[in-house]
């Protein structure tokens, strides 16, 4: 009896030191649908185009959004298919994370299209809030809305147009640890 217990025991403290590192840094591979809104060439009408993550990174790589809960902090990363990092595309200037697992955060940066979609610089802002699912224990999917400003030509990329996007994050497989990607 007292052998069990002590299983018992062990198995329950394993578990938990697991869950726990759950808790800390979490990378979910994710998908972007989204639509884009920038002038014509005139200036005189706006142009809306459909976007997937596909336009954002470089052929055969993949998103991952990084959520450090315990500091909170925020990472759109770019991975190649053995989830190396490739690139950091957003980092966050705020997170904030309630209890139910819904969050919001403010993003910030700068980085060029991948060359199979004109290389050009973007330079800009964007709030992404959502939710983590389920609402407690170990996390498995994210959804998440993404509102803002792909490029500022006065602030940001001046050698680009004002640029807008809208549109949703979801996920593209099952979440891992997010510790080796140093958040």
């Not at 840094?25 to 142009?47: C, E, Q």
């Not at 400003?149 to 050698?159: K, R």
Request: aromatic fraction near 6%.
């Amino acid at each position: 009896m007292k052998k069990t217990s002590v299983i018992v025991v062990v198995c329950a403290l394993v578990l938990f030191a697991g869950a726990s590192s759950w808790a800390q840094v979490i990378a979910f591979p994710v998908k972007l649908k989204a639509i884009v809104a920038y002038p014509t060439i005139s200036g005189t009408a706006t142009v809306r185009l459909g976007v997937t993550e596909g336009n954002l990174i470089a052929l055969g790589n993949h998103l991952v959004l990084v959520l450090d809960l315990t500091n909170h902090e925020m990472r759109l990363d770019q991975v190649d298919d053995g989830t190396n990092l490739v690139s950091t595309l957003m980092v966050s200037h705020r997170l904030a994370v309630l209890p139910d697992h819904t969050f919001g955060a403010g993003m910030q940066f700068s980085f060029n299209l991948p060359p199979q979609f004109g290389g050009v610089g973007v330079n800009g802002g964007v709030d992404i809030t959502g939710k983590i699912t389920p609402p407690s224990g170990v996390p498995k999917s994210i959804n998440a809305t993404v509102s803002g400003v792909l490029n500022d030509s006065v602030n940001g990329d001046t050698s680009n147009g004002d640029i807008t996007i809208k549109g949703k994050l979801s996920r593209d497989g099952t979440p891992f640890d997010g510790g080796p990607f140093g958040l």
